[in-house]
């Protein structure tokens, strides 16, 4: 039995070796709630709201399977001049017996014209796999075993993604990201994985509904990153009493099939916002769906210079 164990976590580590490439971004597009915070997928949004913000997300993909995908991620969100903008980003993500980490920093020049406010924007991350510690506390692990003992560090990837994110007249937004378009291995075992060129593009619309207090957000996001299948997304978002209610769906087709609703409030600078997804995939009979939950805090924004 502990044999047996020990070759499926080799097994898995293996894949996801061959494969690893296509988790360099895609942790980022597992969330579902990015259209509500759009830096997290376009470089290019970073800083551009009129206030800056710290957010955490936590996701729990395919709930109460064993071994499901549950990742944390803790950013920041501002500008620091009068036109550049910060994002810094952290993430954490396990899957059964597969680790990563990863810090991100995001860094963009926003050209603010009074039609249309265009941000260009550079992402550079430092990414690292490895064997999950919870795998290597487990009882039928045998932590002298040679293979598991030169695979503890696991391997580590320096990535850059670049991309644009403007909004035209105050409603329609629009973003084109190229993501791991650099992707250097700095360790670990093996040869660097080809890598092929990917892309996210979203386009939105904001509807507000004079004297009602109501504003619908229709987006519409398409993604193609490596060894993932192409898929789009398409999202309607529905803010009430100034955002005080906000309910929203999504749905999901080409390579991820799926339906999600969200629910959430923003109260003064505090917000809070929850999702839950089901796919349309065969598999979702083995688990409880995925569930999602960010919390944000607006901060003073950075004070702009006149002239």
Do not use: C
């Not at 810090?103 to 990414?127: A, M, Q």
């Not at 064997?131 to 580590?156: A, H, K, M, P, T």
């Not at 193609?224 to 999504?250: M, R, S, W």
């Amino acid at each position: 039995m502990k044999k047996l164990y020990i070759a499926f976590i080799l097994l898995f580590l293996s894949a996801s070796m061959l494969t690893g490439q296509s988790r360099l971004f895609g942790e980022r597009s597992v969330f579902t709630q990015y259209h509500l915070t759009p830096f997290l997928l376009h470089p290019g949004a970073t800083g551009q709201n009129d206030y800056s913000q710290v957010i955490g997300i936590y996701r729990n993909t395919w709930a109460t399977f064993p071994g499901s995908p549950r990742t944390f991620a803790f950013g920041y969100d501002g500008a620091i001049g009068n036109r550049i903008g910060l994002g810094i980003i952290g993430m954490s993500d396990s899957y059964a017996a597969f680790g990563t980490s990863k810090g991100i920093l995001n860094l963009s020049y926003t050209i603010d014209s009074p039609k249309n406010k265009l941000g260009f924007g550079i992402s550079g991350e430092y990414v690292q796999h490895r064997l999950s510690n919870n795998e290597l506390l487990n009882s039928l692990v045998d932590r002298s075993d040679q293979e598991i003992v030169e695979r503890l560090d696991g391997y580590s990837y320096l990535d850059a993604s670049i991309g644009v994110y403007g909004l035209y007249d105050g409603k329609i937004s629009y973003g084109l990201t190229l993501p791991s378009i650099i992707s250097q291995k700095l360790s670990g075992d093996g040869d660097s994985q080809d890598s092929e060129i990917g892309f996210i593009a979203s386009l939105g619309y904001r509807l507000d509904i004079p004297n009602k207090d109501i504003t619908f957000e229709p987006s519409i996001y398409a993604k193609k990153l490596l060894y993932v299948p192409f898929h789009v997304d398409i999202n309607l978002k529905a803010d009430f009493l100034n955002e005080q209610l906000t309910a929203g769906i999504t749905g999901s087709v080409g390579g991820e099939k799926r339906i999600g609703f969200l629910i959430g409030t923003q109260v003064s600078n505090f917000g809070f916002h929850y999702s839950y997804n089901l796919s349309l995939h065969k598999f979702q009979q083995y688990n409880n769906g995925s569930h999602e939950l960010s919390l944000k805090l607006r901060l003073q924004p950075y004070q702009k210079s006149e002239g």
